[in-house]
């Protein structure tokens, strides 16, 4: 069956420092990858997301993620966190099926 | 202002009372979904719709009814709402469903089943 793992429910990180927030998933062929985030009391938005081409993709507000088709992967990064990205994060993963599905997600805190 | 809407935000209710949960969006989209959002579980797929008339069961679509009647709204019912059915709601919709497209999401609707 398809799925997506966050294996990171809660990370902890000083404001300025790097972050990375994992996610993989099982199924044998190249999915759509997305990140979502949502920040309290808000709906999700979107991050980035990658179909094709170039495995490093740029998102909004500073964040990147990289697809390593290897590891089935597709990590999230942002070099220098702030403390307005303290949020929930969450991975998915489309096919050419009917709907998106989605991992159990990452609560980010940030410390001054 | 392109946006998925839905109302109420936040309701209480006692079990057994039928409610609905409505949800709109103003950009023409074909597909649209709702999820319960529960802690350590992530977001569940209720029900879809790919579009007007035609909706689809998703992952967890016990005591939950839908419809579509018209392209821009996607109501959700509980029957007889039980106490299980405390979650956190989103209505999202995308311009097709191709596997590929980004979801918009609505703000949410904050469910209690006394």
């Known amino acids: 069956a398809q799925s997506v793992t966050q294996p990171d429910i809660h990370i902890t990180v000083s404001e300025g420092a790097s972050l990375e927030l994992r996610c993989n998933y099982s199924?044998?062929?190249?999915?759509?990858l997305f990140w979502y985030v949502q920040s309290p009391g808000q709906g999700l938005q979107l991050l980035l997301k990658?179909?094709?081409?170039?495995?490093l993709v740029q998102g909004i507000k500073g964040f990147e993620a990289e697809f390593k088709r290897s590891q089935s992967s597709f990590n999230l990064r942002k070099p220098s966190v702030h403390w307005s990205d303290a949020a929930e994060y969450f991975c998915?993963?489309?096919?050419?099926?009917?709907?998106?599905?989605f991992g159990t997600g990452t609560r980010l805190q940030v410390f001054p | 202002e392109a946006q998925v809407t839905q109302n109420p935000r936040y309701l209480i209710t006692v079990t057994g009372k039928k409610l609905t949960v409505t949800c709109s969006q103003n950009?023409?989209?074909?597909?649209m979904s709702w999820y319960r959002q529960d802690p350590g579980l992530g977001l569940r797929q209720i029900y879809y719709?790919?579009?007007?008339?035609?909706?689809d069961k998703g992952d967890v679509p016990e005591g939950y009814k839908v419809s579509r009647k018209e392209k821009r709204n996607f109501p959700l019912i509980l029957e007889s709402p039980s106490p299980n059915q405390t979650s956190l709601y989103f209505c999202?919709?995308?311009?097709?469903?191709?596997?590929?497209?980004?979801?918009?999401f609505g703000p949410g609707t904050r469910l209690t089943v006394l």
């Open positions: 998915a993963v489309g096919y050419n099926t009917d709907k998106l599905i």
């Open positions: 199924y044998g062929a190249t999915p759509y």
């Open positions: 999202a919709s995308s311009l097709r469903w191709e596997g590929r497209n980004e979801q918009f």
């Open positions: 950009m023409n989209h074909e597909y």
């Open positions: 990658y179909f094709s081409g170039d495995t």
């Open positions: 719709s790919m579009n007007v008339e035609v909706t």
